[in-house]
């Protein structure tokens, strides 16, 4: 089980951090895979982080804005987010899988957060 905790209301060029806890499972076995979709939008595979000690991947909308990590002692994904504009306002979600993947591949392969509203409005 993955719950999802940390969106909200952000102002234009604010910070968030989103967590990904997991139950039943051990994050670092897996890869962690962050998406967003925005009102009206398809799916965005935004980041992922591959197994312990796997590369990270950024989209190029969010290079150089967002990190993502893994806290392995709480058993957790993060996903820090800073100088937030309106284009991020979405729902993000994170879904491990064995692999960082695409969206058609991972809501087959993936467990899924339950999603967490990101809104970035001043």
């Known amino acids: 089980k993955l719950v999802q905790s940390g969106g909200g209301l952000v102002q234009p060029g604010g910070s968030l951090t989103l967590s990904c806890a997991a139950s039943?499972?051990?994050?670092?076995?897996?890869?962690i895979n962050w998406f967003r979709q925005a009102p009206g939008k398809e799916h965005e595979r935004i980041s992922c982080?591959?197994?312990?000690?796997?590369?990270?991947i950024y989209a190029d909308s969010v290079q150089g804005r967002f990190t993502i990590s893994r806290d392995s002692a709480k058993n957790t994904g993060l996903l820090q987010m800073n100088r937030l504009n309106r284009e991020d306002t979405a729902t993000y979600y994170c879904?491990?899988?064995?692999?960082?993947?695409?969206?058609?591949?991972?809501?087959?392969?993936?467990?899924w957060g339950q999603g967490t509203q990101v809104t970035v409005s001043s």
């Open positions: 039943g499972i051990t994050l670092d076995d897996y890869a």
């Open positions: 982080i591959g197994g312990s000690g796997g590369r990270t």
């Open positions: 879904a491990v899988a064995l692999r960082c993947g695409s969206y058609s591949q991972i809501r087959i392969e993936g467990y």
